[in-house]
């Protein structure tokens, strides 16, 4: 293995800050990003990263935070991962770019052939790569018309698909995302995602399977678009900028059954729920059910620029020229890919199962304990802690959950927000109980003081 040349060290497992916050050096990287950089970037509190390690950042100042939001649960295997970094030097040094829609190199196959492999169901499996999530769920788009032949597709209210023009007309979490871009793409209807502790509408949240698959098969394919019109259903298993709500098994069960009945693809969006977060390698699997297509990105290159559709071989059955990418599929992306892989198989997914059972426990007791906690649930280290002003009426506190964001990074500690009102626990699948102690000895320490009278 290469030599990792890594600049500067961190010797520490738990934030270390030496600055007020922000510092002066990150105050003047501020001053020029407000000059330079699109204002369309949302930036919850003022972090500017210099180096990353394993589950630890240092800023351009020298402060040092624990980092429990992953880069947007992108970094899977912690950052700059010796094998990653190694694996990405290899490559580079051997081949950077030589484009896949035109011709052939082995990383390419190799991570299609082990994506295949890992893909649930019997059925073999092919693979297209793009750069990002979105452009996954645009690729997927295209197969699930060019396959069907057909031209509506439908999602889910409180869905985040991306933000190009395919995937925004998907998605369905912010009126902020789609304001001010004029006719998204036609024929996509939303429908109400299952959502177990407010229900749909805010009602009957313990029927909220029943009443989701009820809507979709007695009201929007009987009032407003013939199934058999239908290309395709787009699901987060757990919606990520939704809330971290998830999709109960025998719901995602009976909305396959549906898919199967009227001849719709079934693509899972497991872009920020996949490659390993939740304990294995898909969120779908807890319910046993095998997509049509997976869009995966995020965590599958642990930083990398990479994403992929995996579809069911009769499924993708485009001819050359109908869809392609310059960059999807780079060979140093494949790399690190390829590395991400195996840690996650020999280490990392069966360490975020294991904390995430930790973190569940340790909480177990926080909608007892604490009156603005309503809900915590999630599955591995893909956890949502749901604050509310009144338990009774679930009346949402945006406000609490957003001072916890603020101050937890005023103690050194990365967190992000999800949906209206939730707090984010997205890790590195690396960290391990000293850091994940620290981690909720301060966001308890941090709700307590918000609560006193």
């Known amino acids: 293995m290469l030599e990792v040349k890594t600049e500067g060290t961190m010797d520490t497992k738990k934030p270390r800050l030496v600055t007020p916050l922000p510092g002066p050096e990150a105050r003047r990287i501020l001053k020029l990003d407000q000059r330079f950089v699109s204002p369309s970037y949302t930036r919850d509190y003022p972090l500017v990263a210099k180096t990353g390690r394993g589950a630890m950042i240092e800023d351009v100042d020298g402060n040092i935070f624990l980092d429990y939001a992953a880069g947007i649960a992108v970094c899977a295997t912690g950052h700059c991962h010796p094998e990653v970094v190694a694996a990405i030097q290899k490559q580079a040094a051997e081949l950077i770019h030589m484009s896949g829609t035109d011709f052939y190199y082995s990383r390419m196959v190799e991570l299609a052939e082990k994506l295949a492999s890992i893909a649930p169901g019997d059925e073999p499996k092919r693979v297209h790569f793009g750069n990002s999530g979105a452009e996954a769920i645009e690729a997927a788009i295209k197969l699930a018309k060019y396959h069907t032949k057909r031209d509506m597709l439908v999602a889910f209210h409180g869905s985040f698909h991306g933000r190009t023009m395919g995937a925004l007309s998907l998605t369905a979490s912010r009126a902020v995302q789609r304001k001010g ?16 502790y407010r229900g749909t509408y805010g009602i009957r949240p313990e029927h909220a399977t029943e009443d989701c698959l009820n809507y979709l098969q007695h009201e929007l394919f009987r009032r ?12 987060e298993p757990i919606q990520g900028e939704g809330g971290y709500i998830m999709a109960p098994a025998e719901f995602l069960q009976g909305l396959q059954r549906i898919c199967r009945k009227y001849g719709i693809l079934l693509v899972a969006d497991e872009v920020q729920c996949g490659m390993g977060r939740t304990g294995k390698f898909w969120a779908s699997e807890f319910a046993g059910i095998e997509p049509d297509i997976i869009c995966t990105a995020k965590g599958i290159a642990s930083g990398m620029p990479l994403s992929a559709i995996i579809a069911r071989a009769s499924v993708m059955d485009w001819p050359p020229g109908a869809h392609a990418s310059t960059f999807g599929g780079n060979p140093v992306c494949c790399a690190a890919s390829l590395a991400t892989i195996r840690l996650l198989e020999a280490h990392y997914m069966a ?51 957003n001072q916890i964001v603020q101050q937890a990074f005023q103690r050194g500690l990365i967190v992000l927000p999800s949906g209206d009102t939730t707090l984010r626990i997205s890790p590195p699948l690396l960290v391990d109980e000293e850091q994940t102690d620290f981690a909720f000895d301060t966001l308890e320490s941090i709700i307590t003081s918000i609560e006193k009278p």
């Open 181 to 196: 871009f004029g006719t998204l793409l036609a024929g996509v209807f939303h429908t109400p995602f299952p959502d177990t």
């Open 224 to 235: 407003r678009v013939d199934p058999e019109e239908v290309a395709a259903i787009f699901i």
């Open 351 to 401: 360490n975020a199962e294991r904390m995430g059972d930790y973190i569940l426990k340790r909480t177990a007791d926080w909608t007892k304990k604490f009156r603005t906690v309503g809900d915590i649930r999630g599955r591995g280290l893909m956890i949502g802690i749901e604050f509310v002003r009144d338990k009774a009426t679930k009346e949402k506190a945006p406000e609490v959950r």
